[in-house]
């Protein structure tokens, strides 16, 4: 190695210049750890800014939208609305056309019922029969000629054969299985032979207006039933022309027109919005935080910059120890507190050299550890 180049032959002045360098290392250290927290602290700034932002961004962009798309709706409700009201209006109209149809169309049966009925009603006077027995239960009963009257027939046989007799034994005689039999013995007994009784003083004496009262009640049946044959097939046709109902029909077709076309202004603005608002709204609320987040950048790039300008002094200063120190004094030896030891030492003059100094130093510290 070149003796010029040799610290340890140096003197004061070549110790200076090391702790010169140590002390600007040392420096550049403390300032690039400083740029380092700063730099960390800009970037949490502007990340917290920009996150903020985008979060604002993403709520005002969906307030916007769903305001929109609610207007379009309040607009959807309002025709469905409107259409609701005028379907009512058309059902009205339609039901009390069909209603008058079904009249007109069955007036002559109706007409001829109710004539039967008179009939029968003629007849029971004529033969001074009482009128509390021109009824449907005594008609059902005595002569049956549709199935209502069947079933009225069911429900008198379940009243006289289970409801009266046990509401009778159940409410008035002792629990016994006799009392029960006895009960419904009697009960038949008295209910059949009433029915017996009162079939034969009116039935079986008046056998030709009977008889007569029944082909009328057959043929009241028969045009009740033709009735619903022409009520039903009135109410399945789907002919509507007749019902006068051309103005609801336009109404609902201009509404379903209109609602259509909401649906597809609808359709248009959310694409729109998606398109273009979208970035409308993304673009002003970026600037109204432009300015700070363009500051806080820029001063993150200075403070980047100086930081890279530390960081290559630190390591030239460190290539200079490395290659120009460490070789002739050691790396464990370069610290300020030993350089101003050996100044010192060189001052007082007790070395002539570096190396002097530092191989005094080292003896005193061997003394002073065996002492």
Not at 104 to 117: D, F, I
Request: aromatic fraction near 8%.
């Amino acid at each position: 190695m070149d003796e010029n180049n040799n610290i340890l032959s140096g003197g004061r002045n070549e110790l200076d210049s090391m702790k010169n360098t140590l002390v600007k290392l040392e420096k550049s250290k403390a300032e690039n750890a400083e740029l380092t927290e700063k730099e960390a602290q800009l970037e949490k700034q502007i990340s917290a800014l920009e996150k903020g932002l985008a979060e604002k961004t993403a709520s005002v962009i969906k307030m916007r939208k769903t305001e929109m798309e609610a207007d379009y709706d309040k607009q959807l409700e309002a025709v469905k609305s409107r259409q609701k009201k005028v379907r009512s209006k058309r059902e009205k109209q339609k039901n009390s056309k069909v209603s008058e149809r079904i009249e007109a169309e069955t007036r002559e049966l109706q007409e001829e019922s109710v004539h039967l009925k008179e009939e029968i009603r003629g007849l029971y006077q004529g033969e001074k029969i009482p009128k509390f027995l021109n009824c449907a239960f005594f008609h059902a009963i005595y002569q049956p000629v549709r199935w209502k009257d069947i079933l009225i027939i069911v429900l008198a046989l379940a009243v006289v054969l289970f409801v009266i007799p046990y509401g009778i034994y159940h409410f008035f005689l002792t629990p016994k299985i006799s009392h029960l039999v006895i009960t419904y013995i009697v009960t038949v007994l008295v209910f059949g032979g009433f029915y017996l009784f009162l079939g034969w003083m009116i039935k079986e004496k008046h056998q030709e207006v009977f008889k007569k009262t029944k082909e009328a009640r057959k043929l009241a049946v028969k045009n009740q039933h033709q009735a619903r044959i022409v009520e039903r097939k009135i109410r399945k046709d789907k002919d509507e022309s007749g019902y006068g109902l051309d103005k609801f029909n336009e109404e609902l077709s201009e509404l379903e027109q209109e609602y259509n076309a909401i649906i597809e202004e609808k359709k248009n603005a959310v694409k729109r919005f998606e398109i273009e608002t979208r970035k409308v709204i993304a673009d002003e609320l970026a600037a109204e935080v432009a300015d700070e987040l363009s500051k806080l950048r820029r001063q993150h790039d200075d403070v980047y910059r100086d930081q890279r300008a530390v960081e290559e002094q630190i390591k030239s200063l460190s290539i200079v120890i490395t290659d120009r120190y460490n070789p002739y004094i050691g790396k464990e030896n370069m610290s300020i507190t030993l350089l101003d030891q050996l100044g010192q030492i060189l001052e007082a003059n007790e070395a002539a050299t570096i190396g002097e100094a530092l191989n005094l130093y080292r003896s005193r510290k061997e003394t002073e550890q065996q002492g």
